[in-house]
Nanobody, 122 residues
Framework: QVQLVESGGGLVQAGGSLRLSCATS????????MAWFRQAPAKEREFVAA????????HYADSVKGRFTISRDNAKNTVYLQMASLKPEDTAVYYC???????????????WGQGTQVTVSS
């Protein structure tokens, strides 16, 4: 059974930091890209960051570049999103995703977690 379970979301003040985790099981973690997306109310799901299977390649949305860092631990089948200098506009449900190749569209990924809420207060 494939499972992606996000954790680490919560309420934080603007300028603060959070670290999201996504623990996976039941799928091939290595040799696949892992990504984070987010979806705010009444908005489409948008790409945040992605990391290659070896961790050597990372990609970020312009809106988070320089503030967020994606990483992965293949030994633990877990991907992380370190978020710093958070802004109210970062408020959204954050989802991790597993895919065969890099992409910025939700359809590029085949497995998804249930999401974790991040709320940034001003």
């Amino acid at each position: 059974q494939v499972q992606l379970v996000e954790s680490g979301g919560g309420l934080v003040q603007a300028g603060g930091s959070l670290r999201l985790s996504c623990a996976t099981s039941g799928l091939t973690f290595t040799s696949y890209y892992m990504a984070w997306f987010r979806q705010a109310p009444a908005k489409e799901r948008e790409f945040v960051a992605a990391v290659s299977w070896g961790g050597g390649l990372t990609h970020y949305a312009d809106s988070v570049k320089g503030r967020f860092t994606i990483s992965r631990d293949n030994a633990k089948n877990t991907v992380y999103l370190q978020m710093a200098s958070l802004k109210p506009e970062d408020t959204a449900v954050y989802y991790c995703a597993h895919g065969k190749k890099y992409g910025r569209r939700p359809n590029d990924y085949d497995y998804w977690g249930q999401g974790t809420q991040v709320t940034v207060s001003s």
